[in-house]
């Protein structure tokens, strides 16, 4: 393997994006594009123009992605959104830096006031302020966005990425490989779908 994109919120979304990267004439998503392999490109040269332009669309622009590079002898110029990091090697396994697991979230919404749970709570990078994340994403988002890339803290003004918010929470949450994801249809990106159809 030369590269691969990882870092997706949940194991269908990226499902989603490599068919979608596999079969870029008859995704939907892609639809609006040519594709058509230049004379002058290799195979990987043309997966790697699909999968910058790929980056680059409201489908998957917003999302906390990693560009993995495995093998860098094969690198080619990738222009990914600021916030998605190109990284080089092998993937390292995060259960070595994988923090305390939390079991509960103590405190209530900083934003509804509400109960939070571990399921649908996030927090700041300095773990003081505590969220739903869905309320969070709804603040940090414009009219018509899904996801958010940044936003500063409602409650301690802390400047923090979206991303790293996101694996935080992941890696506290005590998720590893091969225990089984809690269930699609409850993700907060769910939640997050359905606010932004109802506005």
Not at 53 to 75: H, I, Y
Not at 94 to 106: I, K, N, R, W
Request: overall charge positive; glycine content about 6%; charged content about 25%.
């Amino acid at each position: 393997m030369i590269m691969c994109v990882h870092n997706f919120p949940t194991r269908t979304a990226g499902l989603v994006f490599e068919w979608a990267w596999q079969n870029p004439k008859i995704s939907k998503r892609l639809k609006h594009h040519t594709w058509k392999k230049k004379h002058s490109e290799t195979g990987v040269q043309y997966q790697i123009r699909i999968l910058d332009t790929m980056l680059q669309s409201d489908t998957w622009k917003r999302l906390p992605l990693v560009v993995q590079w495995m093998k860098s002898e094969f690198k080619e110029p990738l222009n990914p959104p600021i916030h998605m990091p190109i990284a080089y090697g092998p993937i390292e396994d995060s259960d070595q830096e994988c923090v305390t697991p939390v079991t509960t979230l103590s405190g209530d919404c900083c934003l509804c006031g509400e109960g939070v749970t571990v399921e649908d709570g996030i927090y700041c990078i300095r773990r003081h302020c505590v969220f739903h994340s869905v309320c969070l994403a709804g603040k940090w988002c414009s009219k018509g966005e899904l996801l958010p890339i940044s936003g500063q803290c409602p409650r301690c003004s802390t400047e923090q990425l979206w991303g790293e918010m996101v694996k935080l929470k992941a890696r506290s949450s005590g998720k590893r490989k091969g225990k089984k994801e809690a269930r699609d249809s409850n993700h907060w990106t769910k939640q997050l779908a359905q606010m932004t159809m109802e506005t």
